[in-house]
């Protein structure tokens, strides 16, 4: 085994046996020395939860084959990030990539990631981290093209690094890969999901309600990765974890506190 | 009923019971018509998790007396948000307070706080949002002086507005009212969570984990809410939901893809 082949970290949010992370393990493979540390059951739309009120099972499986150093946790995407550099790898990995989730990651989307999440807790710890996800929320989605663009964006990455602070949000459209025009650098729309909340009544007379909603893209501007997107690109979003709107403080010291 | 008193949604994180959240509906009954909608258990350390996995309920009760309208729903302070504006309210309010919080939100752990992912989830659909901290974690905290600083920044929002896409983080430092210096305007430290699983062992002979872990302040500014929490000052952070880190776009845009 080669010493200077990167340690990578595998995570995701749609669990350890979906197909999205097995893409994923197949090309960092390729790239280092690859362990898995992934939720054993869906997480999306788990943001950045983390499971502070019950404890966590962490089981090594063989899920990804004998060459794969695997574990499947009872957590969330960013508790795997946790507990996989405290209790497995005992130090930091060279690389954390998650996914490739399976729907979108783009716009406001990010926040409400599991995927991204996972990435976020590795860049918030000094890791650098990439989320991948190819916009077809179903199960047996076409990873082929998501594969490719995989691969090229964590050779840059290995051999770039990322700027300080920064991780990096990936969409693959979901179109085959010789329709794909390229990797575009782009900055999150601006847009927001419409909830639509869908009232029932059980069997036993009581209301409940399925959150659903529509996504409303009120972003016109052609550098960001709804239009990428939409116009057959892969997108790229530079992600940080300050959320100050440091434009703002000058008004809030006007203010007559 | 006063027509031109500003509709105030209340949630939070700590659950609908939480000494806190009772002591934002005091000062808020002062300054506008009350709902609440808040989770009907502890969400702490929900970040911005929404539930599409199960149904929510959502259930009328008397929490905060005959003339406060109030909700406890199943799902994470979010999801509150959500089902407040579609199911309880048909608008959206003029203003949204989350809180107060049991615990602190300052630096990175906006991030991970239930109580800033109410609040962020009212900025992204365009409602004017606040979110309070306390920085005592005891359910018997005193929120004498939060009250105080509540009222009087609420206040200030009701006048002047909010930043477009900014809601507020605001943190009241532990100690006596007439010990505090004043609101100081910040940034938010760079700051983290070394994490330090403890290992258990079940009666069954299985590990199993608790996430705990020690916070670390690497931010040595004085224009941060460490600096200003740590000073005597009440701690209040203008906090933005694009998190595209506009500053690394033009690194990226020089690999090779």
Redesign the interface.
């Known amino acids: 085994m080669s010493t200077n082949r990167p340690l990578i970290l595998i995570s995701n949010d749609d669990g350890i046996t979906a197909p999205g992370i097995l893409a994923t393990v197949d090309v960092m493979k390729k790239l280092g020395n690859v362990v898995v540390v992934a939720p054993d059951s ?1 997480q ?10 019950k ?4 089981v090594k499986n063989n899920q990804f084959g004998p060459e794969v150093e695997s574990y499947h946790c009872s ?1 969330t995407p ?2 795997c990030v ?2 996989a ?3 497995v790898l005992h130090r930091k990995p060279d690389l954390l990539v998650s996914g490739a989730n399976h729907g979108s990651n783009s716009s ?1 989307n ?3 990631s599991g995927t991204m ?1 996972a990435a ?1 807790e590795g860049a ?3 890791i650098t981290a990439i989320g991948f996800s190819l916009t077809d929320f179903s199960w047996d989605a076409d990873f082929t093209a998501t594969k490719v663009f995989m691969e ?2 964590t050779k ?1 990455v290995i051999q ?1 690094g ?2 300080t ?2 991780l ?1 949000s990936v969409n693959i459209p979901n179109i085959p890969l010789e329709d794909i025009k ?2 575009k ?1 782009c ?2 729309a ?1 847009a ?1 999901w419409v ?3 869908d ?2 009544r059980d069997p036993y007379g ?6 659903t ?1 529509k996504f409303t893209n009120m972003d016109k501007g052609e550098d960001t990765d709804e239009w990428a997107l939409a116009n057959g690109f892969v997108s ?14 000058p ?3 006007s ?3």
């Open positions: 869906p999306s739309g788990m943001g950045h939860a983390i499971t502070i009120n404890p966590l099972r962490l957590g960013a508790d946790k507990i550099v405290d209790k406001i990010v926040i409400y999440s976020m918030i710890e000094g090229k964006i840059n770039n990322l700027p602070d920064t990096l390229g990797v650098v900055r999150q601006k927001k909830e639509e909340f009232q029932r009581r209301d409940y309600y399925w959150l909603g790229m979003v530079p992600v940080q974890f300050d959320l100050t709107a440091h434009h703002a403080i008004t809030l010291n203010w007559d506190l």
